[in-house]
C-alpha cells in the first residue's frame, strides 16, 4: 500500500455518513429484500458488466424458476443458459451454475462463508467474495470494482491507473481499512450505491454528495480528472455471412456453438467469416462444410454485434435447401416456431424478425 494514503482521513466520519444515507437512500432492488447468500450471489453475478435495470427483470424470473441453489444445481444446462439468454457474457451463468453443484455436493448446499472456499467456487473473484461475505455473512470484507474504484480514487483523490490489477489491490488494501465493521454490508452497499447515484462517470452530483467534506477530490477540484484509467484496446472487427437456410418444412439450420470460449454452448445460425471466402463461392462452401446443397437468396439485412474485445459485422442472407435431414451431429434442422426454444446470442434472435 502507498505510505500515507489514508494518513489525517477521518474514517470513522466517512463511514457514518456514508452508512446513514445508505440506509436512507437506498433504491428499493428485488435482491435486497434478503440476505440469502444464494441470492446476493446470483444479483452480484447478473450485475458484473449490466445496468441495474437490465438485471431486474432477469432476476426476478431466474430466482422464480430457481429459488434455491439445489434447484439450480439440478438444473439442464440449456435451460439454465435459456433465463440467461441476452444479458451477455455467458461464462457468467456457465460458472454459476458449475459453482451452485459444486456447492450442493461438497457444502450440503450451505453457501461456504470463508473467504478462501468461497473464492475457489468457479466464477468467484475478490470482488463477488466480498459482496457475498459482506451482504450475506456480515464480514467486513471489501469488494471493489470499477463503481468502487472511481469513488475511493476521488475521495482519497489518488491518481494510479486504476486498469492496472497491482493498484486494485491496492484499492482493496484501503477499503479494508476503511470498511465499518459495524455494518459492512451497508458500507460496502453504500460505496456502490454512491457510486451508481451520485458520484457518476459524468458529472457527478458533488453538491447533494454526503461525504463532500471527506473527498480530497472535491477540495482540490480534481474531480473530473479521476479516476485515472488506460484508454481502451480498440475492438477488432469480424466481418460474416449468416445462412438462414430453410427448407419446405420450414425447417431452419441452426448449429451449436462449441463448449468454450465466446457465447459458449449457444445456438446460432450458420456464420460464415468472410475473410476466408466469397458470396459466389458460399454455396460451394456450405455443401463441403455442412453436407447441405443449397441455394442462396436474397440479402435480408445487417446487423452488429458488439463485444468487449471484437465487433461482430452481420450480414445476413436467406437461401433454401431441399434436404430435409440432417445426417450430422454438428446442426440441424428446427421448425421456425421451435427456435426459441434454444438459447441464442442477442444478436441471432433478432435474426428472427427477418426469417420471411
Ligand atoms: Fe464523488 Fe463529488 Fe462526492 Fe467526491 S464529493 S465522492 S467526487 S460525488
Not at 64 to 83: G, R
Not at 164 to 182: C, G, H, L, Q, T
Not at 186 to 209: D, R, Y
Not at 228 to 236: F, G
Given at each position: 500500500m502507498k505510505k500515507n494514503v489514508l494518513q489525517d482521513f477521518d474514517m470513522i466520519g466517512f463511514q457514518e455518513s456514508l452508512v446513514q444515507w445508505y440506509k436512507v437512500n437506498k433504491r428499493d432492488l428485488p435482491w435486497r429484500n434478503s440476505q440469502d447468500p444464494y441470492k446476493i450471489w446470483v444479483s452480484e453475478i447478473m450485475l458484473q458488466q449490466t445496468r441495474v435495470?437490465?438485471?431486474?427483470?432477469?432476476?426476478?424470473?431466474?430466482?422464480?424458476?430457481?429459488?434455491?441453489?439445489?434447484?439450480?444445481?439440478?438444473?439442464?444446462?440449456?435451460?439454465?443458459?435459456?433465463?440467461?439468454?441476452?444479458?451477455g457474457y455467458y461464462s457468467r451463468v456457465r460458472n454459476l451454475h458449475?459453482?451452485?453443484?459444486?456447492?450442493?455436493?461438497?457444502?450440503?448446499?450451505?453457501?461456504?462463508?470463508?473467504?478462501?472456499?468461497?473464492?475457489?467456487?468457479?466464477?468467484?473473484?475478490?470482488?463477488t467474495r466480498g459482496a457475498i461475505l459482506s451482504i450475506a455473512f456480515d464480514q467486513?470484507?471489501?469488494?471493489?470494482?470499477?463503481?468502487?474504484?472511481?469513488?475511493?480514487?476521488?475521495?482519497?483523490?489518488?491518481d494510479d491507473n486504476t486498469s492496472?490489477?497491482?493498484?486494485?489491490?491496492?484499492?482493496?488494501?484501503?477499503?479494508?481499512?476503511?470498511?465499518?465493521?459495524?455494518d459492512?454490508?451497508?458500507?460496502?452497499?453504500?460505496?456502490?450505491?454512491?457510486?451508481?447515484?451520485?458520484?457518476?462517470?459524468?458529472?457527478?452530483?458533488?453538491?447533494?454528495?454526503p461525504v463532500q467534506k471527506y473527498c480530497r477530490a472535491?477540495?482540490?477540484?480534481?474531480?473530473?480528472?479521476?479516476?485515472?484509467?488506460?484508454?481502451?484496446?480498440?475492438?477488432?472487427?469480424?466481418?460474416?455471412?449468416?445462412?438462414?437456410?430453410?427448407?419446405?418444412?420450414?425447417?431452419?439450420?441452426?448449429?451449436?456453438?462449441?463448449?468454450t470460449g465466446l457465447l459458449a454452448d449457444l445456438w446460432q445460425f450458420p456464420m460464415i467469416p468472410v475473410d476466408e471466402i466469397k458470396l459466389d463461392e458460399i454455396e460451394d462452401w456450405i455443401d463441403k462444410n455442412y453436407g447441405v446443397k443449397m441455394v442462396l437468396g436474397e440479402k435480408k439485412g445487417e446487423l452488429k454485434h458488439v463485444f468487449t474485445h471484437i465487433i461482430w459485422d452481420l450480414e445476413v442472407f436467406e437461401a433454401n435447401t431441399l434436404q430435409m435431414e440432417s445426417d450430422s451431429n454438428d446442426w440441424k434442422f428446427v421448425h421456425r416456431r421451435e427456435l426459441r426454444a434454444h438459447p441464442f446470442p442477442v444478436s441471432h434472435l433478432n435474426m428472427m424478425n427477418l426469417l420471411s
Open positions: 435495470d437490465t438485471v431486474i427483470p432477469y432476476f426476478i424470473r431466474f430466482i422464480n424458476k430457481y429459488p434455491t441453489i439445489y434447484d439450480l444445481a439440478n438444473a439442464d444446462s440449456q435451460d439454465v443458459l435459456k433465463q440467461w439468454e441476452g444479458l458449475h459453482a451452485a453443484k459444486e456447492v450442493v455436493a461438497t457444502y450440503n448446499g450451505h453457501v461456504p462463508n470463508e473467504p478462501k472456499k468461497l473464492g475457489a467456487l468457479k466464477g468467484i473473484g475478490p470482488y467486513p470484507e471489501p469488494a471493489v470494482d470499477g463503481n468502487v474504484m472511481r469513488v475511493i480514487s476521488r475521495v482519497l483523490q489518488i492496472e490489477p497491482r493498484v486494485k489491490k491496492d484499492f482493496e488494501k484501503y477499503v479494508r481499512e476503511m470498511i465499518a465493521k459495524k459492512p454490508s451497508s458500507f460496502n452497499q453504500g460505496i456502490m450505491e454512491l457510486g451508481a447515484l451520485v458520484c457518476t462517470p459524468k458529472a457527478p452530483q458533488c453538491h447533494i454528495c472535491y477540495e482540490n477540484d480534481v474531480v473530473e480528472q479521476l479516476p485515472i484509467k488506460a484508454k481502451p484496446k480498440k475492438q477488432k472487427t469480424l466481418q460474416y455471412i449468416v445462412l438462414l437456410i430453410r427448407n419446405a418444412n420450414n425447417e431452419y439450420i441452426i448449429e451449436q456453438r462449441p463448449q
